[in-house]
Structure formats: C-alpha cells, structure tokens
C-alpha cells in the first residue's frame, strides 16, 4: 500500500519492467491475456471519462465481473474509479507506474475470482483513506456504510502513532473487522498478492521481511478462507523469495517434464474421458498441473519424480450425485489406489472446500491422483468466501444507525477473535497470532447435546473445555471421549464426542499442568492469567508439582530396590495376606485364617485356601495369579468356605480427578455406610488424576455394593473397583 507510494507533480518517464520472481509458467485454469499494466497507466493520467461511459481502463475489471454477475450495477465501480484515479493523481509506483494501477490490479483479481460489485468497490478506493486526502466520511457519503467499513478495514495503522506496534495492531484491526465482514481479509490478500507479483523493485531484506509475514500470516488466512487460487500464487512467490535455491530446483524440474514427449496425465486423462462418454455421464476432464510449492513438497515426499507427479486429474460435473458415479466408474474400469480414497463432500474441510479425493494405478507403476467436483464446488474451491458473493446484505430490520450485526463465523475466526481480547500486547499478539495459524488444519468434536466444537489439530481435552465453556473451564476435572474417560491430555481426533465433566466448587483452580497440554491461544491466555491474577496459589502449585516429581521418584527407587532383592515365597505370602475376622471354615480346625492381601476376597467370592509357615491357612479368590504360582510351588491345597459369620474385609480402589476437599468428602461418604478404614493409601497425583486405595472392615457383605455406589457418587470420583488380583508374573 503505501510503501509503495511516492509522489511526484509531473511523472517523468516509464522505466523498462523490473523482474521479479519468476512465477510458474504452467497456467492452472484458462487464464486471460496478460493485463498490460502501463497501458493502463497511460489511460489513468489521461483522467476520468465522460460520465455517460466507463472508462477504458476498468474494461477488463467489467469484463470479468459481468462473466460472474451480468446484471451487476457498474454504476458505482465508474464512480469509484474516478474517485480512485483522480486522488492518487501524481503517486508512483516504486516501479515507476502510476499509482493508480495497483488498485485496479486488485480489483481485478477479485473480480476474476467473482467478487460482487460491493468488494469491487472497496477495492479500487482501499487506499485512498491511507495514501490520499480522501477520509473514511467521504467514503460513507459517497458509496455508503459498506463500501466505508471494507475500506476502513483494510486501512493501515500509522506508525507515528503506534510506533513499532503499528504492524500487529494493524493486522488485529483487520481481523476484527474481518469478524464482521470476512470481505475485508478478501481485500487484503488480493492486496498481498499484487504487491507480491511487484516486489522485486524492493530492497532484498525488505523482500524477505514482508515474504515471511506473507508465509506466517496471510497464506495461512487463505487457506482458511478458501481462496485456493490466491493462496497457491503467495506459496509460490514467497517460495521464489525465501528458499532461492530449492524454487530454481524445483522450476528445473517442472521445465524438464513439460519438455517430455509422452505425458501420462494427458493419457489417463483421455482414459478417464472415455470411461465417462461410454457411462453416458457428462462430465469435463482437465489436467490440473501442481504450483511449484506443491512440486517441491511431491519430490521430499517421494523422491525421484514421475510424470504423473507434476499434476493431477480434475473432473466436473453437473449434480452431488454424478461425483459418485464419476467415481463408482472409475474404480470399476480402472485400477484404484484404495488408501488415496477421502471424501470431503460428505464431510467438508472447514475452509468449504468439496470434493473427491481419489487415484488410480496405470500398468508402469505410476500414481495418477483425481479430484471429482461440481462446477459449483469448483468455484468455492478456488475462490472461498469470495464466491459466496455478499453473506452479510443487510436485512429490512437491521439498525439504520451504521452498527453492523455480527454474522454467524467460521469456528477458528471466532476462536482468535476471542483470544485476541485477551492478548496483553501487541508483541504477544503477534507471536500468538503466528503461532496460532501454524496450526493449519482444523478437526470437529462433537458435544453430547449435538452441538460442535471447531478445533485446531493436535487439540486436547483441555482446549475443548475452554472452547466450550471460556473461563468457566478452570472448574473442569476430566473428560470423557467416545463415552470412555480420558485425561484432559487426551489428544482429540477429528470426530471424536468430548462430554467435559465439570466440578461444583465455584473457587477451582486450573493446574499449571494444564499450560504443558492447551494448544489453543484461548486456553493458554486463561490458564496465564488467572496463574498471574492468583500468585500464592500458582506458587503453590509450583511446590506441588516439585514434591510430587521428588515423590513419584523416591517410589520408583523402591520399587527398583525392592524388585532386586531375593524374596521367598512365604516372605512374600506373608507380606500379603491380613487377618480374618472368623467368617472363612476350614477343613484344619484351629488353623488361623487369613485372607490374602492380593485380592481381598469377600463372600460371595469363589476361594481357595493354601497352608503356610506356622500351620496357618491363607485364603485367596480362585481366579487369583497367586493360585497358580502357589500350585507351581506345590503348596499343599487346603479345602476352604464361607461361614455363617457375616463381617468382612475388602480392599477397594477409587480413581477420581484432583480437587479440593476430595478426600475428606470421600472418607465422609465411607463412613455413612457404615465402613471401617483399617488403612489407606493416596498416590501422588498424575496429568490431574489420582489413585486412592482403602481397606474398610464391613460388617456385613451385603453392604460392599451400596458402599462402592455412594462413593462413586462423590463429585470427582470416576470409577471404584475391587482390588484387581495380581496378574501372572506381576
């Protein structure tokens, strides 16, 4: 924009072109001649027309947009060119054109992309406000509210008043517009990708600067946006900028293939055009050939290329349904590579983009890929939200006063415009918004009630909490996914169903751990603030933490120590097992009884008995590991029951998520129903989960269901189970 403006009274002449990066030179549609941008120069100093005729230099601008809209008004793109041209009289390019044809440069590719006359009007005065005397009220008067909000939109910050801020903070105001108005990031790109095609007149560390906003920033917006068409081009140049080196490889290659004289697309193309003529399924057929970008992520992927890796096959058709016969015929009529096989118009990407995704195998080995689609599908998928025309136009009930009605958004614009208000800084936002668009592909959760959750991928359980439920999410203490518990670690998948189970207590914290496994900027900024809004307690987490690290390690130490050192099985045995209360009969009377540690029988459990050191009698449940190692090591078997005696003694393991007071409401609930703790064991807390294990003394059997049910009901607690018995060598 105005970087590239300078002024001057009396233009002298023309300097010769000035090459930039070389763009590749295989067209990817039908494309029109090439737009001689100092021709059009000349006629923008000759000034405006008559007002009864366009002027002659927006007549490829009206040739393009009357092949999307023939019945277009272009009554305000004459108005608006006029306005242009007639206030950026006397601005040059730095590549010596008038200043004038950089907006119509713009407008022109929006128009080719299907832009309706709003954009396009927006378009030709985007810098106006910025570069020239005109203001945004001028704007409003002359071409209203909506032609003033898109050029106000993409309106750049000074940095006389920002300072070093005025990059980020400008691209934070586009975004908040582009909330409003997704037109506005149309214009930018379109911008973006003007300036791009012209940058080789720019100084080289300037070139790199604004190719790496470009890759960091604009190409990801693209993609989202869905404007493939323009996407692909900024690949290219900023490839051509960034990586000179391996962008020349790349276009060798592209130029050795295009010299071959057989060319395998062309065939299976040909293959593919009589399949479908013999199918009676009207259909058109073309060779899409890839962008350099594309080339060079084809060739580390696989290697040495083939013919058939320089481009792939595009089918359209009329109606939904012929995609599916287009691909039914070619997998009966010709070899499919089954794994290539995804459909995306069943479930479209998040950028609306549709099609089938297929490839099928020629008799040499090689791999042709094949895009199905409509023609209509065709258009989103090269132009995106600009070819959905205007999305926003006002109602007859919307307010008369300017205030613009905030339209229903894509899920990841809605994601950064909230986390952006929470941005501390310019400098945080930027790095933030980086990071956040490097995280390229997006997957859909589903909620239980039937709502959905947009996600970028990678996402966790802890970033599903704070897309759901904002700052609330600090009360979440675990998840469950696919109707199985999870840590809130857990990765999500793309159509994976996420219940997020949320504490009662209105003080909950969330833990620093949770920082380690949020990938959103929403949940990250959360968890900051409230860590830097609650410092005794993040300093206290912090202790935690570095007790239960210093903990979990002095047990493994043990473990290790205590798994080297000789033990005899009566050692063992003996370490296992815990006094009965009288309610087992044996067949040795006067033996003590014990019941085994390792499992914890109680009635109605099937047991065995096995005799000890010291004549006594230790009793196990039947299916326990320890059976068979005690008949391996030829224990004597002793015959054991149930008697009348109705106490008992069980061991039991709750695992429940981390929260305050969990403890003393468990033990509270244990003791309702009438259980004895005769011990119990806490582990160190792990990813927010923690593992409880208490023997209770009952005084009657009957009561283990009902005391395993309130303690289930304890909030947090997700899961009691019995003391599993001991696995075969565990």
């Not at 945004?136 to 509210?145: H, K, S």
């Not at 689609?373 to 999305?391: D, F, I, W, Y």
């Not at 959103?520 to 809004?533: D, G, K, M, V």
Request: with cysteine; glycine share 6%; aromatic share 4%.
């Amino acid at each position: 924009m105005s970087a590239e403006a300078t002024n001057s009274v009396t233009p002298g002449p023309m300097p010769g072109a000035v090459s930039g990066p070389v763009t590749p030179t295989a067209p990817r549609r039908k494309a029109r001649p090439r737009i001689d941008l100092r021709r059009l120069g000349r006629a923008a100093l000759l000034g405006p027309a008559a007002r009864d005729r366009l002027p002659d230099a927006i007549s490829h601008v009206v040739d393009a947009h009357r092949a999307h809209h023939p019945d277009a008004d272009l009554e305000p793109l004459r108005r608006a060119y006029v306005l242009a041209e007639s206030s950026h009289r006397g601005q040059m390019r730095k590549s010596g054109e008038p200043y004038i044809t950089h907006p119509l440069a713009v407008t022109l590719i929006l128009a080719e992309l299907g832009a309706e006359t709003t954009t396009l009007t927006a378009s030709l005065l985007h810098d106006t406000v910025e570069d020239t005397d005109v203001t945004l009220d001028q704007v409003g008067e002359q071409f209203g509210e909506e032609v003033r909000y898109l050029v106000d939109g993409v309106t750049k910050l000074e940095k006389v008043d920002y300072g070093a801020a005025a990059e980020p903070e400008t691209f934070r105001k586009m975004l908040v517009a582009t909330g409003n108005d997704v037109r506005v990031m149309s214009i930018k790109l379109a911008d973006r990708l003007h300036n791009m095609r012209t940058l080789g007149v720019m100084r080289p560390e300037k070139q790199v600067r604004i190719a790496k906003v470009t890759h960091d920033v604009l190409i990801p917006l693209a993609e989202r946006l869905g404007v493939q068409a323009l996407k692909t081009e900024l690949e290219d140049l900023v490839f051509a900028i960034l990586r000179p080196e391996e962008y020349e490889h790349t276009r060798e290659l592209i130029v050795r293939n295009a010299a071959r004289a057989d060319d395998p697309l062309a065939e299976v193309a040909d293959e593919v055009r009589t399949v479908l003529r013999e199918a009676d399924i009207p259909a058109e057929v073309l060779i899409r050939p890839r962008h350099f970008v594309s080339v060079h992520r084809v060739s580390r992927k696989r290697g040495r290329l083939r013919g058939s890796d320089f481009g792939r096959l595009l089918v359209l058709v009329n109606e939904d349904a012929d995609c599916y016969g287009v691909l039914g015929e070619l997998h009966t009529c010709m070899t499919p590579v089954v794994s290539e096989f995804k459909d995306f118009i069943a479930v479209p990407k998040f950028n609306l983009y549709q099609s089938l995704h297929t490839a099928v195998a020629r008799e040499d080995g090689q791999v042709v890929e094949v895009l199905i689609r409509t023609h209509q599908m065709h258009k989103v998928a090269e132009a995106g939200v600009v070819a959905l025309g205007n999305p926003y136009a006002p109602a007859s009930d919307d307010p008369a006063d300017g205030e613009r009605v905030d339209p229903t958004r894509p899920g990841w614009l809605s994601r950064l415009l909230d986390w952006q208000e929470a941005a501390p800084d310019p400098d945080h936002f930027w790095s933030t918004l980086r990071e956040d668009l490097a995280q390229d592909r997006e997957i859909t959760v589903f909620r239980p009630d039937g709502g959905t959750l947009g996600l970028p991928e990678g996402a966790t359980c802890v970033d599903a909490a704070y897309a759901q439920y904002g700052e609330d999410a600090h009360a979440c203490i675990g998840a469950r996914v696919n109707g199985r518990l999870a840590t809130l670690s857990t990765v999500l998948k793309d159509g994976d169903t996420v219940q997020l189970l949320m504490g009662q207590d209105p003080a909950s914290e969330p833990s620093r751990e949770w920082l380690e496994h949020a990938h959103t900027p929403a949940a990250r900024i959360a968890i900051q603030r409230w860590l830097a809004a609650h410092p005794a307690q993040a300093e206290a987490q912090r202790t935690e933490a570095r007790e239960n690290r210093q903990s979990e390690g002095n047990r493994q130490s043990e473990e290790r120590a205590a798994a080297a050192r000789p033990t005899s099985a009566d050692a063992s045995e003996q370490a296992a097992v815990r006094p009965a209360t009288g309610n087992v009969l044996t067949d040795r009377p006067g033996a003590t009884v014990r019941l085994a540690g390792c499992c914890t029988p109680v009635r109605p459990d099937e047991i065995t008995g096995f005799a000890v050191r010291g004549g006594a009698v230790t009793v196990h449940r039947a299916e326990c590991a320890a059976v068979a190692r005690m008949k391996d090591g030829g224990r004597t078997e002793v015959g054991v029951c149930w008697g009348e005696a109705t106490e008992c003694r069980v061991t039991l393991v709750a695992e429940s998520f981390v929260r305050p007071h969990l403890l003393a409401d468990l033990t509270e609930a244990m003791a309702l129903q009438g259980a004895e703790i005769v011990s119990a064991t806490v582990e160190p807390p792990t990813q927010q989960q923690v593992r409880h294990t208490y023997t209770v003394q009952l005084p009657d059997a009957a009561h283990l269901p009902a005391l395993m049910r309130a303690m289930r009901n304890v909030a947090g607690v997700y899961d009691v189970t019995r003391a599993q018995p001991q696995t075969q060598g565990g």
